[in-house]
């Protein structure tokens, strides 16, 4: 029974020394502004200079007395090499600097407690975070559900509505107005007010255009996201006949006052 507590004792030490020397190897990064980037070290781990363990290290692990012998000298080498480690950590691109506000919350308290803190809190946003884009996710695919049903009530065909879909948002431009100008060359478009412009592409060489030949390229100066409706694709359509018609009359009235 003593020889058993003793073990379990040694492996609890060599834990802790462990834990410690990953503090220390965590507190000279935050010393320098940075903090370890936990994502990254894990794709990394395999080439970090305190993760050198082979199997043999892990059966060490478990030998009374070389265990904590083992893992003191890996926390000795840390000490004696620390810039060699942190030029490592640096080289293998696995620590980001802190945001002004870490910086401050550090300073004013520059321990182990605060770090750990700081970590918790980043842990917490990219939860956040991934929630988040979760949440869009699904959002997007429920709204290309109902947006392919509009496009699938007007062509009866799943198949086309799909690529018709996808060759709206392909159409799609991006960017602030000035970016998009020599792009937008080729395109007639309408005004709709203070709302921007919906520009739009037809075949000039047919008299008479369907839904089918008429596409939306671009919503407003700013595009915000890749948001598609098949209404907004009709919208511009009409506008492009009522363009279409308003170009023809004045057309003929300028006609006209030519005969006169």
């Not at 935050?30 to 970090?48: D, E, P, R, T, V």
Request: charged share 30%; proline share 1%; hydrophobic share 30%.
């Amino acid at each position: 029974m003593e020889f058993f507590i003793g073990w379990m004792s040694t492996i609890a030490a060599t834990s802790a020394i462990r834990l410690f020397t990953v503090f220390s190897i965590m507190k000279d990064v935050a010393n320098q502004g940075f903090k370890l980037n936990i994502n990254k070290m894990h794709k990394n781990i395999g080439s970090l200079p305190t993760s050198d363990e082979t199997g043999s290290d892990k059966i060490i692990d478990y030998v009374p007395l070389v265990n904590m012998i083992n893992s003191f000298n890996q926390f000795t080498q840390y000490i004696y090499n620390r810039d060699s480690y942190l030029m490592a950590l640096d080289q293998l691109d696995v620590v980001d600097e802190m945001s002004e506000v870490e910086k401050i919350d550090y300073k004013r308290n520059p321990s182990i407690i605060s770090i750990l803190k700081m970590y918790r809190n980043e842990a917490r946003r990219e939860e956040e975070e991934r929630r988040e884009q979760e949440l869009k996710y699904t959002l997007q695919k429920v709204h290309e559900m109902h947006v392919l049903e509009e496009y699938n009530e007007y062509f009866h065909n799943s198949q086309k509505s799909i690529v018709e879909y996808e060759l709206d948002k392909k159409t799609r431009i991006h960017g602030k107005y000035d970016d998009v100008k020599d792009q937008l060359e080729q395109y007639r478009y309408v005004e709709t007010g203070d709302s921007g412009r919906i520009y739009y592409t037809i075949d000039n060489n047919k008299g008479i255009y369907s839904l089918d030949d008429f596409r939306v390229v671009y919503m407003k100066d700013i595009n915000d996201n890749d948001d598609v409706t098949f209404n907004e694709r009709k919208v511009g359509y009409f506008l492009s006949i009522l363009d279409k018609e308003e170009k023809d009359t004045n057309t003929d009235k300028v006609n006209i006052y030519t005969k006169k």
